[in-house]
């Protein structure tokens, strides 16, 4: 029953990290703002509004100055 359970929550957690790691910026930042949304409503206790601040934090620092723009950057294209 035990071993389930931690099998369980690994698979649970592998699940949650993909889907995060394969989101694109805009999702995540909504994702991110709903969250910090939630963790401002009273009665959350105080690890998670720390967490969900520093989420946000990480968020906004990993994802560039644009989002979800249509200007391709610079370099990355191949010269026509």
Do not use: K
Not at 12 to 19: D, N
Request: charged letters at 20%.
């Amino acid at each position: 029953m035990i071993e389930m359970l931690l099998v369980g929550a690994i698979v649970l957690v592998a699940t949650l990290y993909a889907t995060w790691a394969l989101l694109p910026a805009a999702g995540r930042q909504r994702v991110v703002r709903r969250l910090a949304r939630l963790s401002a409503a009273g009665g959350v206790p105080a690890w998670l509004r720390r967490g969900a601040r520093s989420l946000e934090q990480r968020t906004r620092s990993t994802s560039g100055p644009c989002d979800g723009c249509s200007v391709p950057p610079t370099g990355d294209e191949p010269p026509r």
